[in-house]
């Protein structure tokens, strides 16, 4: 397969610092406005050009636009999230969800992922854990579709499904999952995110040792 140079988009203006830095989980999505096709192309070929190991390029992305592919989709993710909360803290429905818990929006998600705009499946053909070179791809995405406004999440499946998304999308055995991505303009905003300070997550020359700006 031959590669080609990819032009930087036109529309990617937005600085970079900026698209860091107001880039947040957007978990409310846009049902009434469509991402254009051309937009989803600039999302992915940003995706392309992230590092990746030796340059085999192993990460595979898979689109899903079709409304009832995305409705059917859309039951066997809110399935696989209740089932990552069933084995993790014995959840069964939004009842058992305690007051001010950060699942509340998620859980959420999981009850709109059938109305998502546009959902991208991350896969690696090869090396199937090989997340290392599809995670800075995913970065890429999310960043670019920060920069064009469009709001994206990273989340995950749960291995009771797997088997049924393999099958309802014809993909093959040898290609490993990795994550999914839901995409829409937002119904709400972007915007600055709360971390902890890097003085507290950065050690300096040994572990444990306080950068200089402690």
């Known amino acids: 397969m031959e590669m080609t140079y990819i032009d930087t988009p036109a529309d990617l203006t937005m600085p970079i610092g900026e698209a860091m830095f107001t880039q947040r989980a957007i978990r409310r999505l846009r049902h009434d406005k469509p991402i254009d096709d051309a937009d989803l192309k600039t999302i992915l070929d940003a995706a392309s050009k992230a590092p990746n190991g030796g340059n085999t390029q192993p990460a595979r992305f898979l689109v899903i636009r079709d ?4 409705q059917a989709f859309g039951k066997l993710y809110h399935e696989a999230w209740w089932a990552k909360r069933r084995d993790d803290y014995g ?4 009842a058992d969800i305690p007051e001010g818990s950060v699942y509340a929006m998620p859980a959420l998600l999981a009850d709109e992922m059938v109305d998502a705009p546009a959902v991208v499946l ?3 053909v090869g090396r199937l854990d090989d997340a290392s070179s599809v995670f800075p791809a995913v970065q890429n995405l999310l ?3 920060r920069a064009l406004g469009i ?5 995950t ?5 797997m088997d049924r998304v393999y099958e309802m999308f014809d993909v093959p055995a040898d290609a490993g999952f990795h994550c999914c991505i839901p995409l ?9 995110t709360r971390r902890l300070p890097t ?5 300096w020359n040994k572990w444990g040792a306080p950068p200089p700006w402690k």
């Open 67 to 70: 409304r009832d592919a995305i």
């Open 157 to 161: 499946l749960h291995a009771d499904v």
């Open 143 to 145: 960043l670019a579709a």
């Open 184 to 192: 829409g303009y937002p119904r709400g905003n972007f915007g600055p």
């Open 91 to 94: 959840w069964k429905g939004k």
């Open 199 to 203: 003085s507290e997550t950065t050690s």
């Open 122 to 124: 991350a896969f690696t």
């Open 151 to 155: 709001g994206s999440v990273l989340t």
